[in-house]
Every structure is written in structure tokens, then in C-alpha cells.
């Protein structure tokens, strides 16, 4: 199945520029939009509750900041960049009664509505720009010239430019420098969520925490351990990135190439692939759906208990130590949110 692929040039800049943008919340994503699209030439307002924390980062940057019912009513595009639980509520408490024939109401993610907790009028736009990548990378690389790729989709498009406007706006943010593919709210959701369970954040952690608990039990140092597992996973993701598996087994020494091709099935088994497809099939249900959402209905306890549990962790008190003493690796995550 081969996809639509967009670049700079596919993209009209001037459809957003024309445009009175709200950005709804200004955590990681929201920062590096709502900075982003400024540095485009595009009319940003920020929507904060009165009590945010996030509001005099906002304010610091000089963007205006306003209500989120205040930001949806003057402007004609809505971005929502609160995070994913909070959002069917932001939604009907400040969104839904200041919507207009016209607007667009835009996400950086689509699990409200792929999993039906928002439902937009029909007289309204629904699109996405869902940037792949931390939002504080995705700000990171606009400013150095670069671009985190974007799916893009739409869900409803009663004024039948929401394509060109989601392009336009993947595009303010730099994600057309790097590529913008279309797609739709099942397909983003699912992978993403998917993505970030059993490979990039879930099935990472646990490989590098697992990793180093068996050189540490096994008396090897720890901090021969954390440099082993974690320190150089990014030098080896890195040469992944840049050239894929391939050019890292290229740059690596045969002795490790060989462990690699032998070793390697022997701890991703096919007992941890068939894990993988029943966490695929949890998204596909609405199983992890239902779940999160009540954790956080729920309080959140749960969650509290096990990031204080990953919090503790030894790796986390030995990378500390080791990265104190790598100027360049202990970087600020931003300077501004
Ligand atoms: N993190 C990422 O890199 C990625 C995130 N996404 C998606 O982007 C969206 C935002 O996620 P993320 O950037 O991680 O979120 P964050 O948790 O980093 O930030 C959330 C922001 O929303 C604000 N907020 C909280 N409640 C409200 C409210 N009632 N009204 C308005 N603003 C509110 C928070 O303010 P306060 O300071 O007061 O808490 C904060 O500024 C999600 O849909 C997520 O799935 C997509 C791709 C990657
Ligand atoms: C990998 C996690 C992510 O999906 C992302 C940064 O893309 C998220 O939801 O934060
Ligand atoms: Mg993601
Ligand atoms: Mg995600």
C-alpha cells in the first residue's frame, strides 16, 4: 500500500497565515507549535485555564494568553493540545458552545476522536497534525533549521480545504522539511499508541532497565552497565536514523554483528511478538482505551505508583551521577517549556 508523501513545496503557507489560530495548552507539544507557528507569520493565541502552571511560560515567550473558551471563541482554527484525558471535557466545556460555521478544530493526536469521546458538529472541519516526535525535539528541530515528519488527517471537511490547511500547518511547524504523510485518525492512533507501548518508550525501557539489572545482579559495575546499555543505545539508534539497520551493522564490529543476528531473536522471541500483537489488539478493541481513561477518572493511582516505582529504579541514580560529569549530554529537554 503506498502513501502520499508531502514536502515544503506541496504545502501554501498562506492558508494558515490567513487563519486566527488558538492553541490549546502549552506543555510539550503545544509550546512547540504555538512558537513555531509564530515564527511562521501565523496569528496564535494560547488557551490556559486561569490557575496553569504552563501560562507564564506562555506569557514569558510573549504570546497572549487567554481562557480556553476566551482563545476558542476569537479564533477560527483550534488546536487541542491538553493532554489526551482532559480532553472531551476542555471540548464541551470551552470549545463546543464558540464554535462557528467555518472553523476547524484541530489535534495532535486522535484517540478522542478515533475512540468517539469528542464528537464534533458537522459544520465544522476535523483534521490532525500529529508531529512523530517528542514536542520538545519538534521544537528543537524547527529552530535548527530541520523538521519532525507529521501525519496528517481528516475527519470531517464540510469547507473542503481541510487537507491544504493541515498540510499548511504541518508545514508552520516544520514537519514538511522532513515529510507530511496523510492518513486518517484510526491509522495515527492505533500506530502511535502502538509505537509507543511496545517499542519506542514501553518495550524500550523495560529492554534497558531488564539489561542492566542482569550485568548489576551478575556484579558487574554499575556504571559500566549504565554506559553499556543506555548510554550508547543512542549512539547506536543514532547510526539506525541515519542509515538504518543496516549502516549501524555496518559500522559495528563483526563479533557484535554476529551476536546481533544471533542473539537478538533469542530475547525478542516469538513469545514477545505474540505479547506484541495482543497490545495491538488492546488499541484495536478499545481495551487500553477504556483503561487509561478510567485510571485517570480513577485518579490516577496506579500510574503514580508504578512512575514512582520507575523513578527509583538504580540505572536512573547512576545515569545521574554519569551525565552530571558530559556537559553536552545533560542539556536542558528546552528553554522555554
Ligand atoms: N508529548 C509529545 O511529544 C506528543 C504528544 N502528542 C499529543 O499532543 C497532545 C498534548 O500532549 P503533550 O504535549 O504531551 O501534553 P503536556 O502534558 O506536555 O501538556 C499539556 C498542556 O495542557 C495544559 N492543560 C491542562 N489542562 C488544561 C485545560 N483544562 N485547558 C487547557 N489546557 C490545559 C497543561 O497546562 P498545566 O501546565 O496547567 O498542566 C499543559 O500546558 C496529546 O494529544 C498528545 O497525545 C502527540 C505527539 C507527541
Ligand atoms: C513516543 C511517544 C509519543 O507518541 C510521541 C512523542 O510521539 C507521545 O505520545 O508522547
Ligand atoms: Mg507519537
Ligand atoms: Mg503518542
Not at 470549545?95 to 478522542?112: S, W, Y
Not at 496528517?152 to 491544504?164: K, L
Not at 513469545?271 to 489488539?281: C, H, Y
Not at 516505582?309 to 554519569?322: M, N, R, S, V
Request: hydrophobic share 40%; aromatic share 6%.
Amino acid at each position: 500500500m503506498s502513501v502520499e508523501i508531502f514536502y515544503d513545496d506541496d504545502a501554501d503557507l498562506s492558508i494558515i497565515q490567513g487563519r486566527k489560530v488558538a492553541v490549546i495548552g502549552y506543555g510539550s507539544q503545544g509550546h512547540a507549535h504555538a512558537l513555531s507557528l509564530r515564527d511562521s507569520g501565523v496569528d496564535v493565541r494560547i488557551g490556559l485555564p486561569e490557575g496553569s502552571k504552563s501560562r507564564a511560560k506562555a506569557e514569558e515567550e510573549g504570546l497572549r494568553v487567554l481562557t480556553p473558551a476566551e482563545a476558542s471563541a476569537e479564533a477560527d482554527l483550534i488546536m487541542i493540545l491538553a493532554p489526551d484525558t482532559k480532553q472531551r471535557h476542555i471540548y464541551t466545556e470551552d470549545i463546543e458552545p464558540n464554535l462557528k460555521d467555518g472553523d476547524a478544530i484541530f489535534f495532535g493526536h486522535g484517540f478522542n476522536i478515533r475512540y468517539e469521546l469528542i464528537k464534533a458538529p458537522a459544520n465544522v472541519d476535523v483534521a490532525m497534525v500529529a508531529p512523530k516526535g517528542p514536542g520538545h525535539l519538534v521544537r528543537r528541530q524547527f529552530v535548527d533549521g530541520k523538521g519532525v515528519p507529521c501525519l496528517i488527517a481528516v475527519e470531517q471537511d464540510p469547507s473542503g480545504n481541510a487537507q491544504a490547511l493541515a498540510l499548511a500547518y504541518a508545514a508552520a511547524i516544520g514537519g514538511a522539511r522532513a515529510g507530511v504523510i496523510k492518513t486518517t485518525f484510526k491509522e495515527e492512533t492505533e500506530t502511535d499508541l502502538f509505537g509507543e507501548q511496545a517499542v519506542l518508550c514501553g518495550g524500550t525501557s523495560a529492554l534497558v532497565q531488564t539489561g542492566f539489572e542482569v550485568l548489576t545482579e551478575a556484579g558487574y559495575a554499575p556504571e559500566i552497565a549504565y554506559f553499556e546499555v543506555l548510554h550508547e543505545l543512542k549512539l547506536i539508534v543514532d547510526l539506525m536514523y541515519e542509515g538504518g539497520i543496516d549502516r549501524m551493522r555496518y559500522s559495528i564490529s563483526d563479533t557484535a554483528e554476529y551476536g546481533d543476528l544471533t542473539r537478538g531473536p533469542r530475547v525478542v522471541t516469538p513469545a514477545v511478538k505474540e505479547e506484541m500483537r495482543k497490545i495491538l489488539g488492546e488499541i484495536q478493541d478499545g481495551t487500553f482505551a477504556r483503561e487509561w481513561v478510567g485510571e485517570d477518572e480513577e485518579g490516577r493511582s496506579n500510574f503514580r505508583k508504578l512512575q514512582e516505582a520507575g523513578a527509583q529504579h538504580p540505572i536512573e541514580e547512576t545515569g545521574k551521577k554519569l551525565r552530571g560529569l558530559m556537559s553536552w549530554v545533560d542539556r536542558p529537554i528546552t528553554e522555554t517549556a
